[in-house]
């Protein structure tokens, strides 16, 4: 039987070596042209011409232009020549693919595409675009935090993909495909050195155990980078403590079984460990002007008459040293003042974040004649504990952080027939099982100096005036200890079809369904660890006893009583996915598509970690209802110009109504207060075009140029605390605004071009990311405010005509623009602070096959 035109049959997934990457998304106005190039097939002539990129995103392998989907593909070559080895590098690669800022930690990994669905550091919350690793969803996001030596490709699919693939892509999902194990005997290592002391080191060999029977791929990985902030309060002589570090040690072994023609089998260990100092990412910028924006003084009042002197005044985080300037003084009497304007820190009590991931997986793939049998069988574990300390100077106020274990078992069984010209039909059909946990353990402990740091001014005042009074004060909080804790549980049961109807020769249509029935449940519990220090006896043998019950106030303000466990409602749900899409064929390189798709994401039951709300509180306990997704598509594929021009445009729009997002608030329940919640924003709505060219000049000179236009915003009233007033009552209605952390207009160009000299070749590699300004906060503080800004990324090469070996100059960032990765503004309590962006960064790197 012929072969479908578009189907590629036994193509294998280890690179070639050859051919052009195809990346996304292009926007028109620019004249130079783009792309990133994924895994090629044999270009068809001598031309200079595109060659053919094969993925995998409606599991079965197909030629990217054949595929009715707006899906970007980042190839093996493209990812290794510029250093793309984790999610955290693909938004400058991908537009309208967004990640929580670089520098945090494995909590807080979470994507969103076209602006939508991030959700930073919530441990009973899906998110809303998926993971999926060598074809195994990560139920929880931070099964991300991960570097990789060999990828093959990385598929960025956008829009609604619950109908074929993984759980948790009511948005869309990331695909990462790593490369198989081969027969035919390979290696290669890479050695990088470079800025901030950057030390790392990758190394891949794959080969025959048993010749056309079993087949092996191993990996390793480490690596090892200074951050960009100085702690200074733990630098000594030329010992550094630095933070935003990289400190990576991961290897991934594989093996491929092929006992007969018609089945192959293909298993996967890997094991991650991290040991970094990331957690710190906020350097203080300023303390804010002496007056609110509706003209109130800040002003604080203090209990001791101390008037500070100095380069700032007596209001705000600052003001909070003066205020408790009896206490927090340097060794000259001067009061403490935190460090401003740099990216120095001071920092007693904060920790390295330790990471460990492991798993495992088992694809099996029996042929059937006309169809295919696939079964993926796999296992994954996270455990990870943070202690992120506080800008507390050399005091010991206190520590939280975050220890949390996941776990999940996923099992999915697939039938799909191989596309054939003879059939007026093609489809796949499955069923998917998932068992997961997240246990998060959310502590807090207090030092020494949390008392006077804590106390309202009345107490303050009352316990510093006397020596028994101080140490009453010390002992309220000091070796205190008390933890939050959840544990999340689901079990999904999901059956999924699509089936793609050619009506001619040239229309096909394309339905999908997806059913997914689930349990959830959750529980909390407040624990009091080590209660402190018995005040009513000490106040006792300090003869201030009348001073006792001051002492236990400041205890009550931070500590509340312990309950738990307490069960929350259980979720029983339905959930329901679907996608239709017609597409065209207007020849064999111009096809043209439309899709209709809902997409679902689950809810989850929130609990409210607030002292102030116990059991029996109607605000302890909220179910949050699942995400809605309504998307609209229209694009055109073509290939111009003998094929050596590539020009696709996307036109969508996304509806989400129930979206789930955070809020914060005044608390009810303590007036002059603010809480952070979570909630369901009534709908929020994302529109654009995503454009994506690839031009192919000559044999050696290939211009890229990718980007999109997005605008997403709430639809209905969603309201957050103004900023910048005196009061906390006055909210902001973010109805019609832009969403924060999302840029109008994103655009990626840029050339990479080889060239042979005396015998070696040599490469040059220039590409733009160009990001227009956006708040970091939906109150649109001005204060949030990111400029436009462009980063520029050099590289250059010179090695082996072959590949055999190669040596590279890799400059990021090459005009050292300043920019940031989050922005907060100054409030009463709390100074201006931002995330800095990554600086110039210089790399030399040596790659070498053996």
Same mark, same amino acid.
């Given at each position: ?153 990385? &598929? *960025?699919?956008? %829009?609604?993909?619950? @109908? !074929?693939? +993984? /759980?948790?892509?009511?948005? =869309? $999902? ?15 290592? &890479? *050695?990088?050195? %470079?800025?901030?002391? @950057? !030390?790392? +080191? /990758?190394?891949?060999?794959? =080969? $025959? ?24 309060? !733990? ?616």
């Amino acid at each position: 039987m012929k072969q479908r035109s578009g189907h590629l049959k036994n193509i294998r997934h280890v690179a070639s070596g050859k051919g052009l990457r195809l990346s996304a998304v292009t926007v028109a106005v620019l004249s130079v042209l783009s792309g990133g190039y994924a895994q090629a097939a044999e270009s068809t002539t001598s031309e200079a011409t595109l060659e053919k990129v094969v993925v995998t995103s409606r599991n079965r392998e197909e030629i990217a232009q054949d595929v009715p989907l707006p899906v970007q593909v980042l190839g093996g070559a493209q990812l290794d020549r510029e250093n793309i080895k984790s999610v955290w590098d693909l938004p400058s690669k991908a537009p309208n693919l967004q990640l929580n800022p670089p520098g945090e930690n494995a909590r807080k990994v979470s994507a969103s595409i076209r602006g939508l669905g991030r959700a930073s550091a919530n441990d009973s919350m899906e998110q809303s675009v998926g993971v999926i690793v060598d074809g195994v969803s990560l139920y929880y996001s931070g099964q991300a935090w991960n570097d990789y030596v060999d990828l093959d490709r990385i &598929e *960025v699919l956008r %829009g609604p993909q619950g @109908t !074929l693939i +993984g /759980k948790n892509t009511s948005l =869309g $999902a990331i695909k990462i495909i790593t490369q198989a194990p081969s027969f035919k005997k390979a290696s290669s290592f &890479e *050695v990088t050195t %470079g800025s901030l002391n @950057t !030390l790392s +080191g /990758k190394f891949a060999a794959t =080969g $025959a155990l048993m010749e056309g029977l079993l087949a092996y791929r191993g990996t390793f990985l480490v690596d090892r980078q200074d951050g960009l902030y100085d702690n200074t309060y !733990l630098n000594y002589g030329n010992a550094r403590e630095t933070w935003r570090e990289s400190n990576k040690i991961a290897g991934r072994y594989q093996l491929l079984w092929t006992p007969t023609a018609n089945l192959s089998g293909r298993f996967i260990f890997d094991k991650l460990r991290s040991d970094e100092r990331t957690n710190t990412g906020n350097v203080n910028v300023s303390n804010g002007p002496s007056t609110y924006n509706d003209g109130v003084a800040r002003t604080v009042t203090n209990p001791i008459g101390y008037t500070p002197t100095g380069s700032y005044v007596n209001y705000g985080y600052l003001g909070k040293w003066a205020q408790r300037s009896a206490w927090f003084h340097n060794t000259d009497g001067s009061v403490y003042q935190p460090p401003l304007g740099t990216t120095n820190i001071e920092n007693s009590e904060a920790r390295p974040q330790l990471t460990n991931q492991h798993g495992w997986s088992g694809q099996f793939d029996l042929s059937l004649q006309e169809h295919t049998l696939t079964s993926i069988t796999a296992y994954r574990y996270q455990d990870f504990d943070i202690k992120n300390g506080g800008q507390n100077g050399p005091f010991y106020v206190g520590n939280s952080g975050q220890q949390l274990w996941n776990k999940q078992t996923s099992q999915e069984l697939r039938l799909a027939s191989i596309p054939d010209a003879g059939k007026k039909f093609d489809y796949q059909f499955g069923l998917y099982y998932l068992k997961a946990e997240v246990y998060s353990d959310d502590p807090t402990y207090y030092g020494p100096d949390a008392g006077a740091w804590n106390a309202s001014n009345g107490n303050y005042t009352t316990l510093i005036a006397s020596a028994a009074g101080r140490e009453l004060l010390r002992a309220s909080l000091d070796g205190v200890y008390q933890s939050w804790i959840t544990d999340a549980k689901v079990s999904s049961l999901a059956g999924y079809g699509q089936i793609d109807l050619h009506l001619t020769e040239k229309a096909s249509l394309s339905v999908g369904l997806r059913q997914t029935k689930e349990h959830k449940t959750n529980r909390t519990e407040h624990q009091i660890d080590r209660s402190g220090q018995d005040l009513t006896a000490l106040g006792a043998a300090l003869g201030a006893s009348s001073l006792v019950a001051t002492a236990q106030n400041v205890r009550n303000g931070q500590v509340g009583a312990a309950y738990g466990p307490v069960a929350g409602n259980p979720i029983d749900a339905s959930l329901t996915s679907w996608n239709i899409g017609p597409s065209y064929k207007l020849n064999d390189d111009v096809l043209l598509y439309s899709s209709l798709g809902k997409g679902q994401k689950s809810g989850f039951i929130y609990f409210n970690p607030s002292i102030s709300t116990p059991p029996g509180n109607p605000d302890f306990e909220t179910d949050i209802k699942p995400e809605q997704t309504l998307d609209f598509e229209l694009g055109a594929k073509t290939l111009l110009l003998n094929r050596s021009l590539l020009l696709n445009a996307n036109l969508y729009y996304t509806k989400v109504t129930d979206y789930q997002a955070s809020w914060t608030r005044e608390d009810p329940l303590n007036p002059g207060t603010n809480i952070t919640r979570w909630g369901n924003a009534p709908k929020v709505l994302a529109r654009g075009i995503e454009l994506e060219s690839a031009y192919q000049w000559s044999k050696n000179l290939e211009l890229t140029a990718n980007g999109a236009y997005n605008r997403a915003t709430y639809e209905t009233q969603w309201l957050i605390v103004a900023p910048e007033l005196s009061s906390t009552t006055t909210l902001f209605d973010a109805k019609g605004q832009q969403i924060a952390n999302v840029p109008l207009a994103t655009i990626n160009y840029g050339v990479n071009y080889k060239v042979p000299v005396g015998g070696y070749q040599a490469r040059v590699n220039l590409i733009n990311s160009y990001k227009s300004g956006f708040y970091f906060n939906d109150n649109h503080s001005a204060n949030t405010y990111q400029d436009a800004y462009t980063i520029t990324n050099l590289g250059l090469g010179l090695g082996e005509q072959n590949g055999a070996w190669e040596i590279s100059l890799l400059v990021k960032n090459l005009f050292n623009t300043k920019y940031a990765l989050s922005k907060a503004t100054w409030t009463n309590t709390a100074a201006q602070t931002k995330t800095v962006g990554d600086p110039r960064y210089v790399g030399l790197v040596f790659k070498s096959k053996i």
